[in-house]
């Protein structure tokens, strides 16, 4: 008996040690983003970086945005750029996640996500959803509802959350940052609300560096610029400049009271891609669920501002409205 216990833990141990050095299967829903393109290439090199070791792209189900032609026109090149990476392709989510881990759903229209990842969170596959997490703040909010009563792990971020610079302003290195101004480009897509689409990227700078205790925002909307300024519940103010005629790039200023610095040194996507990798690790998510949901939250409310003419709008009331909504959505 001791001889056959001896066999068969050997056996299992043997079936770990297997399975850790296959490493994390990784899926793919939706080739209409460059991101799904710029993660694989990481991910599937040879030899893999060591900040990348553990995961690697397998599988991914193409079909992305239904109607949004700047995404749809890519997919055909992009199926075929991933499977001369080695990855397969399949024809539906079911069959995806029953070749993988953990997931990425990197669909470049956020409307859909609530519906592609409701399979994710019911397999209890870890996922990384890409920005916009969703094509509305009641959509934000059911997602992060849903994978919590579903119990499976779930973040999303832009990239610019990511850069050297604004983690070390946001370290309180250089004191307590008192206020901040970022900017990025902020292209508009009318089946979203204004800033999902792009704006998405400074306006979560601005919250990397504020924290998420945002209360209320006014908007300044123009053909050609978006300014949203917010007001913060210990009364900082910090503001996002959206640009679609001047300057494309991404920064800002940031103020402490002993100094200004500026943030100029976005780098792409690497410092995003090692956060989501030890995430698919542990489970544990670098973003909290309340930051990611304010920051939709103030994207919101800088819409409705615009509607109403540029009056303040309180965080507190569209989350209110939206949370009704998700409640609805999440229980049908």
Not at 106 to 131: C, L, S, W, Y
Request: one cysteine or more; a neutral charge; charged letters at 25%.
């Amino acid at each position: 008996m001791k001889g056959l216990k001896f066999v068969i833990l050997t056996g299992l141990l043997s079936v770990v040690s297997a399975a850790q050095a296959q490493g994390l299967r990784a899926g793919i829903i939706g080739l209409d983003t460059s991101h799904a393109i710029a993660f694989t290439k990481a991910l599937n090199a040879e030899p893999q970086a060591a900040e990348y070791a553990g995961v690697r792209v397998t599988v991914a189900y193409p079909k992305g945005s239904p109607d949004i032609e700047s995404s749809t026109k890519r997919v055909p090149d992009y199926i075929q750029q991933v499977k001369a990476m080695g990855v397969e392709i399949v024809d539906s989510i079911d069959e995806l996640l029953k070749k993988c881990d953990v997931v990425f759903l990197e669909t470049n229209d956020g409307r859909p996500h609530f519906e592609q990842a409701m399979p994710v969170f019911k397999a209890g596959k870890r996922v990384f959803i890409d920005k916009p997490v969703a094509g509305s703040l009641t959509h934000c909010v059911a997602l992060y509802e849903a994978a919590a009563h579903y119990k499976t792990p779930m973040f999303s971020a832009s990239s610019l959350r990511y850069t050297k610079k604004t983690i070390e302003f946001g370290s309180g290195k250089h004191g307590p940052v008192v206020g901040a101004e970022t900017y990025s480009p902020c292209a508009l897509e009318p089946t979203h609300p204004d800033l999902f689409w792009y704006g998405i990227h400074g306006v979560e700078s601005l919250f990397t560096l504020m924290g998420a205790e945002c209360e209320r925002v006014v908007r300044v909307s123009t053909p050609g610029t978006d300014v949203a300024v917010g007001t913060w519940k210990d009364g900082r103010v910090g503001s996002f400049r959206g640009n679609r005629e001047s300057s494309t790039g991404y920064g800002g200023t940031v103020f402490f009271k002993k100094g200004v610095k500026q943030i100029d040194d976005y780098g792409g996507y690497g410092m995003l891609l090692e956060e989501i990798v030890k995430f698919f690790k542990t489970g544990v998510a670098p973003v909290s669920a309340e930051e990611t949901i304010a920051i939709f939250a103030f994207m919101e409310a800088a819409d409705e501002s615009k509607r109403q003419g540029g009056i303040p709008i309180k965080l507190e009331d569209v989350l209110n409205k939206a949370r009704a909504e998700a409640k609805t959505l999440v229980r049908e």
